[in-house]
T-cell receptor
Framework: EPEVTQTPSHQVTQMGQEVILRCVPISNHLYFYWYRQILGQKVEFLVSFYNNEISEKSEIFDDQFSVERPDGSNFTLKIRSTKLEDSAMYFC???????????FGNGTRLTVT | QKEVEQNSGPLSVPEGAIASLNCTYSDRGSQSFFWYRQYSGKSPELIMFIYSNGDKEDGRFTAQLNKASQYVSLLIRDSQPSDSATYLCAPLSSNTGKLIFGQGTTLQVKP
């Protein structure tokens, strides 16, 4: 069964550094998402992406964040200057069409020191 | 009012019992509802979805939806220790197509 894949599984970085989290959505999916989950808290929406552009972003998704779909398969989340509070699990998700369920990747655990 | 409300629990049931998980949501325009299971440190895993009022059964799981009451629930029959996890209720936003997650209900099934 096709799945969403994320790399790396764990990323440790120093405060102020840039990180890129990578995702390969399921191949025939059209909608792409990034969510994050701070330890012990709920899964929070960051951004959605459709037709090669951002369709919605949350208040969390400020100027330090950006997303790209550089080719037909990858979907990346860049955090330009990481802060301690960016430490969280970051989940990529994709879905095929309207009303269909989101399928999540295994996540990247980001630790900012 | 929170967009999605769930009792955080923990909800503790004995093995073999029925576990009942509840969720209310604020967006009256939501048409699709999803239940995800999340084990500690893992990603959400889809277990059920429901679009129409009433019940939908899939194996040991039954989802129930009442749009007039803005209420959705999940029943797990014959609960097993492996069902111990956090269950996330997630309506699909009517305007934006994003999933909005509740805090989740932690279920503990005791052998």
């Amino acid at each position: 069964e096709p799945e969403v894949t994320q790399t790396p599984s764990h990323q440790v970085t120093q405060m102020g550094q840039e990180v890129i989290l990578r995702c390969v959505p399921i191949s025939n999916h059209l909608y792409f998402y990034w969510y994050r989950q701070i330890l012990g808290q709920k899964v929070e929406f960051l951004v959605s992406f459709y037709n090669n552009e951002i369709s919605e972003k949350s208040e969390i998704f400020d100027d330090q964040f950006s997303v790209e779909r550089p080719d037909g398969s990858n979907f990346t989340l860049k955090i330009r200057s990481t802060k301690l509070e960016d430490s969280a699990m970051y989940f990529c998700a994709s879905r095929r069409a309207d009303n269909s369920p989101l399928h999540f990747g295994n996540g990247t655990r980001l630790t900012v020191t | 009012q929170k967009e999605v409300e769930q009792n955080s629990g923990p909800l503790s049931v004995p093995e073999g019992a029925i576990a009942s998980l509840n969720c209310t949501y604020s967006d009256r325009g939501s048409q699709s509802f999803f239940w995800y299971r999340q084990y500690s440190g893992k990603s959400p895993e889809l277990i059920m979805f429901i679009y129409s009022n009433g019940d939908k059964e899939d194996g040991r799981f039954t989802a129930q939806l009442n749009k007039a009451s803005q209420y959705v629930s999940l029943l797990i029959r014959d609960s097993q220790p492996s069902d111990s996890a956090t269950y996330l209720c997630a309506p699909l936003s009517s305007n934006t197509g994003k999933l909005i997650f509740g805090q989740g209900t932690t279920l503990q099934v005791k052998p």
